[in-house]
């Protein structure tokens, strides 16, 4: 039985509605990375009451995560806890009534189907572009929406892909770009990130309007602008043409 005052904030929401809330109860998510993208989507997807959480993550708890991944604490660090590990079980105390799993490997193309499944909304919350390529590809070829956000320094990206409607990872970043070295980010700039990555699954869920479908949102959280752009499919995308 669902704890409603649990949530009747947002059931006071006429787009969410008592009717609403049984719909994210029933729903199902996969995170794709629980670092400083999907510490805070987890969170507020837990926190909301999204019914089926899954976290896919190959890492421990290291030391230099801290400054951003806020769902792994010191304690996590000292003992190199799994990060889908730790974030279970803070998940879990922040809200028992909802499921959450994780997987601890590393996702590639071979062990697309296994790792994502068929959720309702898959959320890149990963750190490099080859294997967001390889989550693109899996999610494009079998229709499964695609919540997209890329952050380094000040500045992010974030955009929702529609198999088949919209444009792709790969029609946006054909190539993935070299870097060496760790990416360096401010803390907040991941969290306001992988927060709207929440609040961007949830509408998804929902049905709501106002999703960024074939647009891209870019933040620079130094300058503070915003803007967002219409992106278009490449008609000759190797992952999305045709579908
Ligand atoms: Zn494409």
């Known amino acids: 039985m669902t704890e409603r005052k649990r949530y009747a904030r947002q059931i006071l929401l006429p787009e969410v509605g008592e009717s609403g809330q049984d719909v994210l109860a029933g729903a199902s998510v996969t995170i794709v990375g629980v670092g400083g993208l999907g510490s805070p989507a987890a969170m507020y997807l837990a926190a909301a009451g999204v019914g089926n959480i899954r976290l896919i ?59 994502v499944q068929k959720p309702n909304v898959v959320l890149d919350c990963l750190d490099n572009y080859d294997a967001r390529h390889d989550l693109n590809r899996y ?31 790969s029609c946006l970043v054909p190539r ?38 074939g647009r891209l949102l870019i933040g620079d959280l130094l300058e503070q602008s915003w803007e967002t752009i219409d992106v278009e499919r490449n008609p000759h995308c190797p992952v999305c043409k045709g579908i």
């Open 176 to 213: 993935s770009p070299k870097r060496e070295g760790p990416i360096p980010i401010i803390g907040a700039v991941a969290g306001t990130f992988g927060c709207m990555e929440a609040n961007e699954a949830i509408k998804t869920i929902l049905g709501l309007p106002g999703v960024l479908q």
């Open 57 to 115: 993550d190959p890492d421990p708890v290291e030391l230099s995560n801290l400054n951003r991944q806020l769902l792994h604490h010191q304690e996590d660090y000292e003992t190199s806890r799994a990060k889908v590990e730790s974030a279970k079980m803070k998940l879990r105390s922040l809200n028992p009534e909802i499921t959450v799993e994780g997987v601890r490997e590393r996702l590639d193309l071979k062990n697309a189907a296994r790792l």
């Open 139 to 169: 999610c494009v070829t079998n229709g499964l929406k695609l919540v997209h956000a890329a952050v380094e320094g000040w500045r992010g990206q974030m955009t929702t892909i529609f198999p088949g409607k919209t444009c792709c990872i």
